[in-house]
């Protein structure tokens, strides 16, 4: 295992306080070894409402997906409860023996990506293990989903493999696939990392996991697009919001490796203990290639497949850094709208200089483009990028927390002949960078108005006055509305993944207001630090009055 340090640092705030975090573990799973819960999980009875229409031959993906949603009968929890004991992590525990698989004991889980075994528990920390989505929340899925928990689409994973591999995810977009497919192969690392199996690899774009899971997890990925609609699976970028891929390596890793008694035994138990329904495709396989097709093949010296030519020659043949940005990943912190206007972002993961630049402009949205009723300004990423966990600036002095000088200067650059200005009787302001299409690509989004709410698209320019529609890859994540009080904080959690930290910065409940601004660049009294790893964001702030 790889050796973390975990840091706090601690505010001289008597109400604002850090707590360390806490790994939430149980002595035993008593639970787990329980027996069965659920009944019709024999294959006969299971699927006897799909083969009273027809032979599997016959079945559509609309009749597949209603089945297996009225069929899934429990949707665990992310961590036990009074009312629900059950959790992912000791379902998990119950599936993914090591003694199965040949790597450990009854007593010891297995773990995908390194091949390898730990004890059972504990389990979460940094140095043991967690639950790996195979459908990231980077692509799609959200916490409060069914699809984060479910079963069939989680698997167990050394804690430090998982720390590189979502950081290429978060930072660069990376899929499943063959490395040196869609990139230079000379780009290929195999192991992926050194605590993964021999046999990984990955390129920045591709990861491919160890020969013997490459069909379970293409299994459990048509599983996900079967089972929820708003999850794709394609070949083709650029890939939007609940599309995920490469489709056709996962075709021929479900061909190569095919189910075993290993997976076979996981998907009963998942069904009579955990969860109450199956996937279908480890009972059914030859499904796979009737309902996603054959494998495409690459064009030669263009790091792509056939089919994609024509969905990206126009008007995006490549996607820029820009677009791999998702819904809040950088959000705002906090703001004063009473002279001087100053504006707070709080990166929660890296941001590469690639990208370019960020802009903050107060300028409407009406659905389809910006509208010249604000100002705009620029922020030039610097070449070392911006780092995950350090608060940035629009207009204020970030202090180095342990010298309390200036940390940096942050140039924004004025776009308008008159400079940026935020309205402290009610107003808005969108983040966003530029992609490939040369189109706004919108990262976080804050209003406060007295009607606290978003204008419609599409209507008239005057009609948008100091407000604006809300952009709509911004509908569920990377937005707050907020009433008209001149300056705002956020005020929510502060120990928590980024999956939690992320909509905690879009509840409004989590904000504290005043009609005086607040304090936030001058001083000792002011901290502005952050610590982030994968799994966890720690937080400590203060700030004081005027």
Known sequence: MKSHTQA?????????????????VRADDTNSSAADVYEVCDLETYYADLLSLGTPDTWTLEQIRDHLTETHRNILPSFPTNEQPDDIVAALIDLWPASAHGTGTDNEIHLIYSNTAIASRPALGLENWRPEQYWPLTRGVSVTSATYTDVHQNAPADYSVLDDKEALNRNFVVFYGECGTVKDAELCVSPANVEAAEDTSQDGKVYTPEANMRGDIARGLFYDS?????????????????EYGYRSALLEWHAQDPPDEVEQARNDRACRRWQGN???????????????????????????YNECVDATEAPTATPNECSAIQPGDISVFGFNSVDPDQILFFPIFNIPAGVGSLFLTTNAWDGEAL?????????????????????????????????????E????????????????LGDHFHLYCINADNEPHFIFSLGFNSVKEWKADALPAAEYGKSSALP??????GNVLLPDFANWFYNGTQNASASVLIPAFSDAANWISSDRPFEIDSGASTILSMLVSVACVFVSVAYAWM
């Open 472 to 477: 709509a890859r911004l509908s569920e994540e």
């Open 8 to 24: 706090l640092l601690l505010s001289s705030a008597a109400w604002w306080t850090l707590s360390s975090f806490l790994v939430v």
């Open 278 to 304: 199956r996937n279908i495709f480890v009972d059914y396989p030859q499904l796979v290639p009737r309902l996603f097709g054959e494998p495409d093949f690459i064009l030669d010296n263009q790091q792509t």
């Open 409 to 424: 200067e942050f140039v924004w650059n004025e776009l308008n002949d008159e400079p940026f200005a935020v309205d402290n």
């Open 226 to 242: 079967a089972r929820y609609v708003y999850l794709t699976l394609t070949d083709c970028p650029p890939f939007a919001q609940g």
């Open 371 to 407: 509208l010249p009723t604000g100002k705009t300004v620029e922020y030039v990423i610097p070449d070392r990028g911006i780092e995950a966990g350090l608060v940035f600036a629009y207009n204020a002095v970030i202090l180095n927390y342990t010298t309390n000088e200036p940390r």
